[in-house]
């Protein structure tokens, strides 16, 4: 298996509060991304990553931030969360050919 | 731009019958195309991938996708199921130009293998 891991797995938080999921990984790849799933949608890109400081937007960006000061892990926060945004968040990582390895998922409901 | 459409949200089959699952794309350049399964509760695994060359990719699992460029295809195919093979499948594409590969996906289609 491929060394992602993400934290915290399940979390439950109230509408306002920021939030924080964090993606780490020992694979040394260069890109990251953040995914969320939603019955219906499939899986959407939120951000992404393509080197340390590199990030860039994906189709659902708006109400997240990411940040990559290290080649290992990927930050993805919700500064101020609502109940649109419960959802099961997952990371993946990949190398240049777009083949992704994906984390276990981080389970996110905002009441 | 790229975009992917699963044309069946659920398909049910019985054991040991085959199963076609369907999926189109549509991009402006050339593509790079996937099929992931994922099992309840946990992350996406790879299947198989079409980068280049032979049209027929087989996977794991005994599963097989077809590349048709001219009608903008990549169905996924297996002769006999078995109950292990019930899951959720995602079809995913890549533009060739895309920087690092990200993908777009489709919908899903939760395939229910019945007894």
């Known amino acids: 298996d491929a060394g992602i891991t993400q934290s915290p797995r399940h979390k439950v938080t109230e509408t306002g509060t920021p939030v924080t999921l964090r993606c780490h990984q020992t694979?040394?790849?260069?890109?990251m991304y953040w995914y969320r799933q939603d019955p219906g949608h499939g899986l959407r890109l939120i951000h992404y990553?393509?080197?340390?400081?590199?990030?860039d937007k994906g189709e659902v960006s708006d109400g997240y931030s990411v940040s990559r000061s290290k080649t290992e892990d990927f930050l993805l926060t919700l500064e101020s969360a609502t109940s649109s945004q419960t959802s099961v968040y997952f990371c993946?990582?990949?190398?240049?050919?777009?083949?992704?390895?994906f984390g276990e998922g981080s389970r996110l409901t905002v009441l | 731009a790229q975009s992917v459409t699963q044309l069946d949200s659920q398909v049910p089959v019985f054991e040991e019958a085959p199963v076609e699952l369907r999926c189109n794309y549509s991009?402006?350049?050339?593509?790079?195309l996937f099929w992931y399964v994922q099992y309840p509760n946990q992350g996406l695994q790879l299947l198989l991938k079409y980068l280049s060359g032979s049209t027929l990719v087989k996977g794991i699992n005994g599963f097989e996708a077809e590349f048709n460029k001219s009608q903008t295809s990549f169905h996924l195919r297996k002769p006999s199921v078995h109950i292990s093979d019930t899951a959720e499948y995602f079809c995913?594409?890549?533009?060739?130009?895309?920087?690092?590969?990200?993908?777009?996906f489709g919908q899903g289609t939760e395939l229910s293998v019945k007894p």
């Open positions: 694979e040394n790849h260069r890109y």
């Open positions: 995913a594409v890549s533009g060739i130009d895309n920087q690092g590969g990200k993908l777009i």
């Open positions: 991009s402006s350049v050339s593509v790079y």
């Open positions: 990553s393509y080197g340390v400081k590199d990030t």
């Open positions: 993946a990582i990949s190398d240049h050919t777009g083949e992704l390895f």
